[in-house]
């Protein structure tokens, strides 16, 4: 049995911060939704500055792969079997697509959801199930090998939703094409592109999101079973839309990845609650339905959040603030994330 351990035991449904919400519409979600304004943190006011956006970006993610690199160090040397497991399948699928040249830029692709030879190839084949097809909006993360199935969606006349990198500057952009100048949708497909012409949304916006496209570094095509690159965005992204409404179960959760990326190793009992499954995955040769078992998030876990995560996303902080003071409830935090010592002194 997938393990839920004691995970949910601080959540019931009477509860003012149970994280799934039983409709799609914005009038059955629970009061303290209800009254949020849309969180916006763009300034109306300032040009945007393509440039400056991508040099930010390139900064914060390169500080990023840093961080999970001194983790994983860390882990390799005094972290528990519960956290080792996940980094050596990591490594081990990054390793391999480097030594076979299936790797593709941004490189290394260590640390990264890794780009790959045929990642196009992948997405024409997703464009082509019928669960894309018949969607008018899919979430898709805003990675490389992802770049053609954020193409396919905007040119399929379909709502692009993409979330802002790292979730830094606000929540999510919405696109469609025809909010964006001819002759410019390949950059729509960008990060710079999606910040420059999506429209930033909050969390009470009324939106419902028929599939999701994830990106992944492995994946188990028997179980479902997915690994990203160890920061959590996407299972928080995933949180998020579950907490609004957006998604629910029968919500199909798609990935895209080269035939080297299937694993079967990743232990179902071992993965945690807040862990994302895939339903179908994609590759460049074969589309595989996983009818995976493992059950999906409900919504936000708070007790797994560390301060740090906390203190990286603005509107996390800003949900949190929101929910305590109109429910008069504090909500549970996880343990810290700090690195030890020896980990710090690797990252000079």
Known sequence: ???????????SP????????????????????????????????????????????????????????????????????????KWRIRKRVWDL??????????????????????????????????????????????????????????????????????????????????SVPAGALLEACTSVGAAKYGKPIGLNEKIKVDLIVIGSVAVDPKTGARLGKGEGFAELEYGMLRYMGAIDDSTMV???????????????????????????????????????AIPKPQGIYWEKLSPEKLGQIRILRELKRRIEKETGTTLPCGPSEKLPPTAKRGRR
Request: net charge neutral.
């Open 97 to 178: 697509m480097e030594a076979e040249g299936i790797a593709r830029n941004p490189r290394p692709v260590h640390h990264r959801i890794p780009n790959f030879d045929g990642a196009a190839s992948a997405a024409d084949k997703l464009g082509q199930l019928e669960v894309f097809e018949k969607a008018r909006c899919v979430k898709v993360n805003p990675d490389s090998p992802q770049k053609q199935v954020r193409f396919l969606t905007l040119t399929g006349a379909k709502k692009l939703l993409t979330p802002q990198p790292r979730l830094r500057t606000g929540f999510f952009s919405v696109l469609e094409s025809q």
């Open 14 to 85: 009477q509860s003012p911060f149970f994280p799934l919400p039983t409709h799609h519409t914005t009038s059955s979600l629970p009061l303290h939704l209800l009254s949020l304004r849309p969180l916006h943190y763009s300034n109306p006011n300032r040009a945007f500055d393509p440039a400056q956006f991508e040099s930010e970006r390139l900064r914060l993610d390169e500080k990023a792969r840093n961080s999970m690199a001194a983790e994983a160090a860390a882990v390799g040397t005094s972290g528990g079997e519960e956290k080792q497991w």
């Open 254 to 292: 798609v990935t895209t990845v080269h035939d080297k990326q299937l694993v079967d190793d990743i232990p179902v009992e071992k993965m945690l609650i807040h862990d994302v499954p895939v339903d179908i995955i994609c590759t460049p040769t074969q589309v595989i339905f996983t009818n995976t």
């Open 1 to 11: 049995m997938y393990p839920t351990s004691n995970l949910l035991r601080s959540f």
